[in-house]
T-cell receptor
Framework: EAQVTQNPRYLITVTGKKLTVTCSQNMNHEYMSWYRQDPGLGLRQIYYSMNVEVTDKGDVPEGYKVSRKEKRNFPLILESPSPNQTSLYFCASGLVAYAEQFFGPGTRLTVL | QQQVKQSPQSLIVQKGGISIINCAYENTAFDYFPWYQQFPGKGPALLIAIRPDVSEKKEGRFTISFNKSAKQFSLHIMDSQPGDSATYFC??????????????FGEGTQLTVNP
């Protein structure tokens, strides 16, 4: 089944404790991206990747890191999480940015 | 800086009515405008998309209208059904450009269709 998977689905952590949210797709897509969804603010892009080893900042990259060492994986790293990073996070992939984007199920993160 | 602005934030419609959601964009280089639908607990999914070579695109009960001069586009849902209750996002990007191209979303509209 073609899909984008994210783990974990739910996470409660404390300020400053490094965490990684994994994202994997099995559709051989070149383009992958991370979004955060907050009420009234919609989907805001954090980082995106055009291909392996090619990443770039989105609208809200502060406090986040990404890597794209393999085509299928695009982990999101929070080196020192803060409460303002409490949000719903989505990973997405597509052939290119202007093609249909397939979203993962989301990761609900709470930083205390 | 929100490059795509969406309204209204929430919308309540009676079953059988027409739902209309509007979006405005700033970047004149945008030439690909998709709409995504999100049900509670799920990720967004592509609903319908348009390019500016046409002013309207229809798929079933869903229609995108596009006004290039006004830099606006809208989603119309005809004969709205309770099953259409979801959050709708408009988005925009540059079509055909692989370098630096990315998809920018609006703020979302929570649609409720009452039975």
């Amino acid at each position: 089944e073609a899909q984008v998977t994210q783990n974990p689905r739910y996470l409660i952590t404390v300020t400053g404790k490094k965490l990684t949210v994994t994202c994997s797709q099995n559709m051989n897509h070149e383009y992958m991206s991370w979004y955060r969804q907050d009420p009234g603010l919609g989907l805001r892009q954090i980082y995106y990747s055009m291909n392996v080893e090619v990443t770039d900042k989105g609208d809200v990259p502060e406090g986040y890191k990404v890597s794209r060492k393999e085509k299928r994986n695009f982990p999101l790293i929070l080196e020192s999480p803060s409460p303002n990073q409490t949000s719903l996070y989505f990973c997405a992939s597509g052939l290119v940015a202007y093609a249909e984007q397939f979203f993962g199920p989301g990761t609900r993160l709470t930083v205390l | 800086q929100q490059q795509v602005k969406q309204s209204p934030q929430s919308l309540i419609v009676q079953k059988g009515g027409i739902s209309i959601i509007n979006c405005a964009y700033e970047n004149t280089a945008f030439d690909y405008f998709p709409w995504y639908q999100q049900f509670p607990g799920k990720g967004p999914a592509l609903l319908i998309a348009i390019r500016p070579d046409v002013s309207e695109k229809k798929e079933g009960r869903f229609t995108i209208s596009f006004n290039k001069s006004a830099k606006q586009f809208s989603l119309h849902i005809m004969d709205s059904q309770p099953g259409d209750s979801a959050t709708y996002f408009c988005a925009a990007s540059r079509y055909g450009e692989t370098s630096g191209s990315r998809l920018t979303f609006g703020e979302g509209t929570q649609l409720t269709v009452n039975p």
